[in-house]
């Protein structure tokens, strides 16, 4: 079984600043792509930022500047940096991975369980 666990959400004030974290455990050989995803209340789950496994990054356009993706191979770990947070940034953030869990494997999706961060106005 593979898990992905979100941790680092919460409250802060807009323009302030949160790091979220998560790890993926389990029976992985590689992991390909991973990404964060948020979800606001009656709105579809969006991609916020991805990276891949040699780094390369891409971001949604409402972030660029102020959030940074970044993982760490050897820890099975992504991280995004958030900076300058705005109140409508306010929704739950989701960690995605396209991984295999064995050789010449099926390049499966996978999904936290998700982190609210609560940005007040």
């Known amino acids: 079984q593979v898990q992905l666990v979100e941790s680092g959400g919460g409250l802060v004030q807009a323009g302030g600043s949160l790091r979220l974290s998560c790890v993926a455990s389990g029976s992985i050989f590689s992991i390909n792509t991973m990404g964060w995803y948020w979800q606001a209340p009656g709105k579809q789950r969006e991609l916020v930022a991805g990276i891949t496994s040699s780094g390369s990054t891409n971001y949604a356009d409402s972030v660029k500047g102020r959030f940074t993706i970044s993982r760490d191979n050897a820890k099975n770990t992504v991280y995004l940096q958030m900076n300058s947070l705005k109140a409508e940034e306010t929704a739950v953030y989701y960690c995605?991975?396209?991984?295999?869990?064995?050789?010449?494997?099926?390049?499966?999706?996978?999904w936290g369980q998700g982190t609210q961060v609560t940005v007040s106005s």
């Open positions: 995605n991975a396209h991984l295999r869990t064995r050789p010449g494997g099926y390049l499966g999706n996978y």
